[in-house]
């Protein structure tokens, strides 16, 4: 079974820096597009921030500038460093992962547990 394990949370104050990571284990041949997802409290889930195997990059609107996506293909681990943060990103992020587990499998999305983020004085 794939696991995806995210590191890096915490309690930071507005203005504050953290990186986070993503390591990917377990059953893999390769890895297609990887993604950041948050859920703010009292929220649904949303998309941060999505990467390919390329290195080509999307962002939302409301990280633009501040966020840098990147992954390490050779380690299967991706990062989100983020910069510049709000109180409005207060939220448990979550990555997300599109696994082929052998050469001929069709990739299939896969989860983390999620780390706390909290941006507060």
């Known amino acids: 079974q794939v696991q995806l394990v995210e590191s890096g949370g915490g309690l930071v104050q507005p203005g504050g820096s953290l990186r986070l990571s993503c390591a990917a284990s377990r059953n893999i041949f390769s890895i297609n597009d990887m993604g950041w997802y948050r859920q703010p409290p009292g929220k649904q889930r949303e998309l941060v921030a999505t990467i390919t195997s390329a290195g080509t990059t999307h962002y939302v609107d409301s990280v633009k500038g501040r966020f840098t996506i990147s992954r390490d293909n050779a380690k299967n681990t991706m990062y989100l460093q983020m910069n510049s943060l709000k109180p409005e990103d207060t939220a448990v992020y979550y990555c997300?992962?599109?696994?082929?587990?052998?050469?001929?499998?069709?990739?299939?999305?896969?989860w983390g547990q999620g780390t706390q983020v909290t941006v507060s004085s």
């Open positions: 997300n992962a599109n696994v082929l587990t052998t050469p001929w499998s069709i990739g299939r999305n896969y």
